[in-house]
């Protein structure tokens, strides 16, 4: 059967997403546009297509996030599968991810890419192209719908048809973490009330379960590096492996690098593996860390606390602190042949660099948001955010 849009509350879908069902073969395969997210649903056992409309130019990513429903049961190899394929069911690109060994249901993304460089051979023609999204999942994992949010966009290639080139060396030491007072800085619950963070020291706290996003712009020639800690806790004793994951996303929300900790109940601390400057010659890096770190933007911190934890330590919640740290100087980016889509999303603006300091997004709403999805209801959150508005207004003061 096809999939229709689900409801989940684990997570924060974008209020803007369209709902699209998707198919159960090519021919009926609803088309996608670029620069638009659309929220969907998976069944268990199931493949559904969505068609998207590439010219011979331009690179074009789909993201694939998928959402099993909160409370339910997973096993360390569950996932999706996500590929895309040209007209001829050849595939273009192809992408797994899982919920690892916390077992813990959580929000999993995946990104499969059409690439037109000359040293590609396949896809690289005009045409319908197919996203196919398979669940995978044991026969023992519960059996409810998984929701989709599926974002769509594409780069416009580099003027006079450049070649990328061969990345540049850079110093892959780990870097220290950066030391210094943490300040509070709440996360949102999606890739669309992520909260801005800065280079810095930032304290949350998390529930079991829980999945909180943030987003770091990274300039062209800037280099990222992050550090995660769980506090101790006062209560319970055992041993929780894959408590605490990090993962890393870029701009496009393509998986860059993840790590993990386990937690026996005194302070644990983990680091994303180190990553180079972001260049647009990193593309054709031999790793795929090195080729995910290709274009500026904002870059997503996506942390997420095992629900195994509250069966062991009780519902919380835990104290999480990030030290983010953004080392290198600012280089300008390359010279596109045109405006990615949606517009402005390989780079980093004034407002987006403000937004990362003061946490307020560039268009506002970031905390309003982060309040809606938080554990407040959204009509408490609203008026909240209305009599908030209204008082920055008297006071002549931006909102």
Same mark, same amino acid.
């Given at each position: 059967m096809?999939?229709?849009?689900a409801?989940d509350?684990?997570?924060?879908?974008? !209020?803007?997403?369209?709902?699209?069902t998707?198919? /159960?073969?090519? #021919?009926d395969?609803?088309?996608?546009?670029f620069?638009?997210s659309?929220?969907?649903?998976?069944?268990r056992?199931t #493949?559904v297509?969505?068609?998207v409309d590439?010219?011979?130019?331009?690179t074009?990513?789909?993201?694939?996030t998928?959402?099993?429903p909160?409370?339910?049961s997973?096993?360390a190899?569950?996932?999706?599968?996500v590929s895309l394929? =040209?007209?001829?069911? &050849?595939s273009?690109?192809?992408?797994t991810?899982?919920f690892?060994?916390g077992?813990s249901p959580?929000?999993?993304?995946?990104?499969?890419a059409r690439e037109?460089?000359p040293g &590609?051979?396949?896809?690289? /023609?005009?045409?319908r192209?197919?996203v196919v999204?398979?669940r995978?999942d044991?026969?023992?994992?519960?059996?409810? /719908?998984?929701?989709?949010?599926? #974002?769509?966009?594409?780069?416009?290639?580099?003027?006079?048809g450049?070649?990328a080139?061969?990345?540049? !060396?850079? =110093?892959s *030491?780990s870097p220290?973490?950066?030391?210094?007072?943490?300040?509070?800085?709440r996360?949102?619950?999606?890739?669309a009330?992520a909260a801005?963070?800065?280079?810095?020291?930032w304290?949350?706290d998390? *529930?079991p379960?829980?999945?909180l996003?943030?987003?770091?712009?990274?300039?062209?020639?800037r280099q990222?590096s992050a550090t995660a800690?769980?506090?101790?806790?006062?209560?319970?004793?055992?041993?929780?492996?894959g408590?605490l994951?990090?993962?890393l996303?870029?701009?496009a929300?393509?998986?860059?690098?993840d790590?993990?900790?386990s937690?026996d109940?005194?302070?644990k601390?983990?680091?994303?593996?180190?990553?180079?400057p972001?260049?647009?010659?990193?593309?054709?890096g031999?790793?795929d860390?090195?080729?995910e770190v &290709?274009?500026?933007?904002?870059?997503?911190?996506v942390?997420?606390l095992?629900?195994?934890?509250a069966?062991?330590?009780?519902d919380?919640?835990f104290?999480?602190?990030?030290?983010v740290r953004i080392?290198?100087?600012?280089?300008?980016g390359?010279?596109?042949?045109?405006?990615?889509?949606?517009?402005g999303?390989f780079?980093?603006?004034?407002?987006?660099?403000r937004a990362a300091?003061?946490?307020?997004s560039a268009?506002?709403? #970031?905390a309003?948001?982060?309040?809606?999805?938080?554990?407040i209801?959204?009509?408490?959150a609203?008026?909240?955010?209305?009599?908030l508005?209204?008082?920055a207004?008297? &006071?002549g003061t931006?909102?």
């Amino acid at each position: 059967m096809p999939a229709a849009a689900a409801t989940d509350v684990s997570y924060a879908y974008d !209020p803007q997403d369209r709902t699209v069902t998707g198919a /159960d073969g090519t #021919t009926d395969a609803p088309a996608l546009s670029f620069g638009t997210s659309y929220r969907s649903s998976l069944a268990r056992g199931t #493949t559904v297509y969505y068609g998207v409309d590439l010219d011979a130019r331009s690179t074009a990513y789909v993201s694939v996030t998928a959402v099993p429903p909160a409370g339910g049961s997973v096993s360390a190899t569950d996932g999706v599968k996500v590929s895309l394929q =040209d007209g001829g069911g &050849r595939s273009c690109s192809l992408s797994t991810e899982g919920f690892g060994p916390g077992r813990s249901p959580h929000p999993v993304t995946a990104l499969v890419a059409r690439e037109t460089s000359p040293g &590609r051979t396949l896809c690289r /023609d005009a045409g319908r192209y197919y996203v196919v999204v398979e669940r995978r999942d044991a026969v023992s994992s519960s059996s409810g /719908d998984w929701g989709l949010e599926i #974002t769509p966009v594409s780069e416009a290639p580099l003027q006079g048809g450049a070649l990328a080139g061969s990345p540049e !060396p850079w =110093d892959s *030491a780990s870097p220290e973490p950066l030391a210094g007072a943490a300040r509070v800085r709440r996360g949102g619950a999606g890739f669309a009330s992520a909260a801005p963070l800065g280079q810095g020291v930032w304290r949350d706290d998390i *529930a079991p379960g829980q999945t909180l996003f943030y987003k770091v712009p990274v300039d062209w020639g800037r280099q990222l590096s992050a550090t995660a800690e769980l506090g101790g806790s006062g209560t319970g004793h055992g041993y929780v492996g894959g408590a605490l994951e990090i993962t890393l996303c870029n701009p496009a929300r393509g998986p860059v690098t993840d790590t993990a900790l386990s937690y026996d109940g005194s302070p644990k601390s983990a680091a994303l593996d180190p990553l180079p400057p972001v260049r647009y010659a990193n593309r054709n890096g031999v790793l795929d860390q090195v080729g995910e770190v &290709r274009f500026a933007g904002s870059y997503y911190l996506v942390v997420h606390l095992s629900a195994q934890m509250a069966a062991t330590y009780g519902d919380g919640p835990f104290s999480v602190t990030l030290r983010v740290r953004i080392d290198g100087t600012v280089q300008p980016g390359p010279a596109y042949a045109g405006e990615s889509v949606p517009k402005g999303l390989f780079a980093v603006s004034a407002a987006e660099r403000r937004a990362a300091d003061t946490g307020v997004s560039a268009d506002g709403t #970031t905390a309003m948001r982060a309040l809606a999805y938080g554990g407040i209801g959204g009509g408490t959150a609203l008026l909240l955010g209305l009599a908030l508005w209204t008082l920055a207004l008297r &006071r002549g003061t931006p909102a």
